[in-house]
C-alpha cells in the first residue's frame, strides 16, 4: 500500500512538472521554426563602394551570402572590374571571408572608354554563349578571375538573353558550373522574373529570382512590387526544376513631373519626407511607402520606395509559400530599422560567431 501512495506521489509530481514547463505549444513552436528558416543575403552595389560597406558591418550578423556586384565586360568581351570593384570585393574579403560566403557578381554590360555603356547587352551574350569554343573562351576568362581574385563564389547576372540562345546559356551553367566545381568556387545565377521557368536548368548552381521592376525608370509611379505582382511570380516559379531564392530591391524612385526619374535610396527617401513634411502614406497592395510634394520650383513630385515595414511585409508573403532564401538588392542607405531587421535574422550558427 505505501509503495501504490508513492507511486501516486510520484506521478502527480511529474504530471505537474510537465503542466509547468516553458515548453512552447505546438502552434508556437512552428512560428518559431518557420522564422528560423529565413536566410537573408545582399548585393554591395561597386558605385556605392562606402556606404555598402558600413550597411553590412552593421547587419552581418544577419546576413549569409555577401555579394559584390560587381563585374562587367570591355571591348574585347572580357571581364572587367572597376577600380571601386576591386577595392570593395577585397575590403569584403578582409573583413568577411572568415564568417560569410563572399561571392563575386559578373553582369552583362557593356562597358568602353569611347562610347556610351550599353547594360544587359543581348548582343554580348550571344558572343559569349554562341558556340562550344565561344563558351570554352568565356569560362576560362571567369576561371583567371577567379584565381586572381579568389571569390567563394561566381555569380551570373545576364540578363535579356534572346530566345535562341537559351539553350546556349543552359549549356554555359552546366559546363561553369564542372570547371568552378574543381577548384571549390559555388556557382550561384540570378533570373529575371521574365524567364521561362518550364525551361530545364542544370543541378549544382544556386537560383534567384529577381520579384522586383514593377515600377521604375520604365513606368510610372508605383512600388517596386506589389503582392499581385508576387502571387503571379510564385505561381509561375513552380515550373521550375529548381528551388530559388527571391530577391527584394530596396529603397525606391522620385517620379518628377516634369523631368526625369529619379532612384533614391532608403535614406535618401526618408531625408526628402522630413524636409518637405509631406504626408507618409503606407500602399495596401504593396506595403510600400509613397508620399508626394511641390518642390520650390512649383515641380511636383511623387515619391515610392521600401522601408524595413515594407520588406518585412514581402518576405513574410513569400514565407508563407515556403520561400526562405531572400537576397536583397542591395546595400548602401538602409535605414536604421531596416539595418536593425537583418542583424535580427542572425541564425543560431550566425549568432555564435
Known amino acids: 500500500m505505501k509503495n501504490f501512495v508513492l507511486f501516486i506521489c510520484i506521478a502527480l509530481l511529474f504530471i505537474t512538472a510537465c503542466s509547468n514547463s516553458k515548453e512552447p505549444p505546438a502552434i508556437a513552436k512552428e512560428e518559431l521554426k518557420d522564422k528560423a528558416k529565413l536566410r537573408l543575403s545582399i548585393w554591395l552595389p561597386e558605385w556605392q563602394n562606402k556606404s555598402a560597406l558600413e550597411d553590412v558591418q552593421s547587419s552581418q550578423h544577419g546576413l549569409q551570402d555577401i555579394r559584390v556586384f ?12 572597376t577600380d571601386n570593384a576591386i577595392d570593395m570585393l577585397q575590403q569584403t574579403q578582409q573583413q568577411f571571408n572568415e564568417s560569410h560566403h563572399v561571392i563575386l557578381t559578373l553582369i552583362n554590360d557593356y562597358v568602353t572608354e569611347n562610347a556610351p555603356s550599353v547594360q544587359k547587352d543581348s548582343t554580348l551574350l550571344h558572343r559569349l554563349l554562341q558556340d562550344s569554343s565561344a563558351r570554352q573562351k568565356h569560362i576560362s576568362n571567369i576561371l583567371q578571375v577567379v584565381e586572381q581574385y579568389q571569390p567563394n563564389g561566381i555569380e551570373i ?46 543541378d549544382g548552381p544556386n537560383y534567384t529570382v529577381m520579384a ?29 526544376n ?6 527584394f530591391a530596396t529603397g525606391g524612385f522620385d517620379w518628377v513631373a516634369q523631368g526625369k526619374t529619379v532612384a533614391l535610396t532608403e535614406l535618401e527617401a526618408e531625408k526628402v519626407l522630413a524636409e518637405t513634411n509631406a504626408d507618409k502614406q503606407r500602399d495596401k497592395a504593396s506595403g510600400a511607402v509613397y508620399f508626394t510634394y511641390i518642390d520650390t520650383n512649383n515641380i511636383s513630385h511623387e515619391v515610392w520606395y521600401a522601408d524595413q515595414e515594407t520588406l518585412e511585409k514581402w518576405v513574410k508573403h513569400v514565407q508563407k509559400k515556403s520561400y526562405h532564401d531572400v537576397v536583397l538588392w542591395r546595400a548602401g542607405g538602409l ?7 537583418i542583424r535580427e535574422q542572425a541564425t543560431e550558427e550566425r549568432s555564435s560567431q
Open 157 to 202: 547576372d545576364y540578363e535579356k538573353i534572346a530566345k535562341e540562345d537559351l539553350p546556349k546559356y543552359v549549356q554555359f551553367l552546366s559546363e561553369l558550373y564542372r570547371e568552378l566545381a574543381k577548384k571549390d568556387v559555388t556557382l550561384h545565377v540570378v533570373l529575371e522574373p521574365r524567364f521561362p521557368f518550364d525551361v530545364k536548368l542544370p
Open 242 to 247: 529548381q528551388d530559388l531564392a527571391i530577391a
Open 70 to 81: 560587381g563585374a562587367y565586360f570591355n571591348s574585347k568581351d572580357e571581364l572587367l572590374l
Open 212 to 240: 522586383y521592376n514593377v515600377h521604375g525608370y520604365h513606368s510610372g509611379p508605383g512600388a517596386k512590387a506589389t503582392f499581385t505582382f508576387l502571387n503571379d511570380l510564385l505561381k509561375k516559379i513552380k515550373k521550375s
Open 335 to 341: 535605414g536604421v530599422k531596416t539595418l536593425q531587421w
